[in-house]
């Protein structure tokens, strides 16, 4: 199974099922099926960015609903044109609704998928500026490198890159942040 | 028939239409006998000049107008004029290589609808109030009913008359799937006023996804006519003997009807009641 057959997966798919007896596009079914999860994929996270941002994203489960019976009626028409007879072609029309309603269920799964991924992502680096803003503020007592090299005792001034230096004297250090 | 077929053992030619079950020659049974030409990989047919440079004209056309329609909308007014033009050059180009008389049929139907929208391009031109206002009727029934059906019929000629590849033959499905949507959203329109769809919120986001799904099936489009135009069936030459079925009943011309009267009340039962349903 090479790459073509993974990227066309519905035809080759019908293929096995019915080997003559379709001879159908290679791509359409394929596209159509990859664009209503697309739909899907748009619904939750369209929904989500909606409640979370504000966003004009949401999109109705009615124009949901309506797409895919727009894209079921384009793939029944070619079933009838492509399958020699009637009963592949009603076969093939239930089989092609069947994975139009699975892409949708994957679509929407996938799209919770990405919006926890990107969360947790947002989540991790957050805590890491958090964490590096901290080490650099809470800890003002310690060793510091100033702007010629010198390491010197003393303790940072908070929110400047100014150490009071156990000597008496004033520095200024290259890394504000202590990183 | 013409596929010739050899017995196994000698090498001898056997007629096809004899039910022999010994060979004439070497005396052998042919019970295991398997046709020659199921070995045989199908002839690759290698495409003239003229049908390469018709299918690179339509390529290019109908590529071109998605690109400026997205990327440049201003240039369509000029454009427009010349894509129906330049389509039905490729098409007077394909005229060299016709196989039968359905073949010149569908190519000139093809031509004059072409043509046609040659013609829309002067419909802004002719007030509403004035005496000639019915024009703008007529060329909305030719555009939105007449245009699509009698392109559906010319390329189920072409797809009736002409020995096809599978695969080519689907491309030819995509084509005529593109002349059913042009009448479903035709009649759409006519059930559905241009108020109702925006107050229903057939708008954004959703026209993003349709827009897409649009643009892909447009890709479609211009590979199909890529792929139809250098088929055998524009690869001559003419015969005028064969006998050509003209007959407009058949699955294609069926289809284009059934296709948009399941679709449209369907979307009209999901618009007027799902909603409530969705909602409970």
Redesign the interface.
């Known amino acids: 199974m090479d790459i073509q057959d993974k990227i066309t997966f519905f035809y080759t798919i019908e293929e096995k099922l019915w080997d003559k007896k379709v001879e159908a596009n290679k791509y359409f079914a394929t596209l159509c099926i990859l664009c209503v999860a697309l739909l899907g994929a748009w619904h939750t996270a369209g929904s989500f960015l909606n409640s979370a941002l504000d966003w004009n994203t949401e999109i109705s489960m009615l124009n949901a609903l309506t797409f895919i019976v727009y894209l079921w009626g384009l793939n029944i028409a070619e079933s009838v044109f492509s399958c020699k007879d009637i009963k592949t072609a009603t076969l093939r029309s239930l089989l092609i609704f069947a994975s139009f309603v699975a892409g949708y269920i994957a679509g929407v799964i996938l799209g919770v998928i990405v919006i926890i991924v990107v969360c947790i992502i947002l989540f991790i680096l957050g805590c890491y500026f958090v964490l590096g803003m901290l080490s650099g503020s809470l800890k003002p007592k310690g060793k510091w490198k100033t702007d010629d090299g010198d390491i010197i005792n003393g303790e940072k001034e908070w929110g400047s890159d100014i150490v009071h230096g156990d000597d008496g004297q004033d520095y200024k250090i290259k890394d504000p942040w202590g990183m | 028939m013409n596929e010739q077929r050899f017995c196994p053992h000698c090498g001898e030619r056997i007629a096809l239409d004899t039910e022999q079950q010994y060979c004439m020659f070497c005396g052998e049974p042919l019970v295991d006998f398997v046709p020659q030409a199921a070995f045989e990989p199908e002839p690759s047919y290698k495409p003239k000049w003229w049908q390469t440079l018709a299918a690179t004209l339509f390529f290019s056309v109908m590529i071109g107008q998605l690109l400026l329609e997205t990327l440049y909308p201003e240039s369509l007014g000029l454009f427009g004029f010349f894509i129906p033009l330049i389509m039905a050059i490729g098409f007077g180009i394909l005229l060299n290589g016709i196989k039968n008389r359905a073949t010149f049929v569908a190519l000139i139907i093809i031509i004059v609808i072409d043509l046609l929208f040659l013609l829309f391009i002067f419909l802004p031109a002719i007030p509403v109030y004035s005496s000639w206002a019915w024009m703008n009727d007529l060329f909305l029934v030719i555009r939105n009913f007449i245009i699509p059906l009698s392109s559906v019929y010319a390329l189920a000629l072409i797809a009736r008359n002409n020995v096809l590849t599978?695969?080519c033959?689907?491309?030819l499905?995509?084509l005529?799937?593109g002349d059913?949507?042009a009448l479903?959203w035709s009649t759409l329109n006519f059930w559905f006023p241009q108020d109702d769809f925006i107050s229903?919120?057939?708008t954004?986001?959703?026209a993003y996804?349709?827009m897409?799904?649009n643009t892909?099936l447009r890709v479609?489009f211009a590979c199909s006519w890529w792929v139809v135009a250098r088929s055998k069936a524009f690869g001559g030459p003419y015969n005028k003997e064969t006998s050509c079925d003209f007959s407009p009943l058949n699955?294609?011309m069926a289809?284009t009807v059934i296709?948009p009267a399941?679709?449209i009340p369907?979307?009209l039962l999901?618009?007027n009641y799902?909603?409530e349903l969705?909602n409970l």
Request: hydrophobic share 70%; aromatic share 24%.
């Open positions: 599978g695969s033959r689907a491309w499905h995509i005529i799937l059913i949507l479903f229903i919120g057939w954004y986001p959703f996804i349709f897409f799904n892909l479609l699955k294609y289809m296709a399941i679709l369907l979307m999901i618009f799902a909603e969705i």
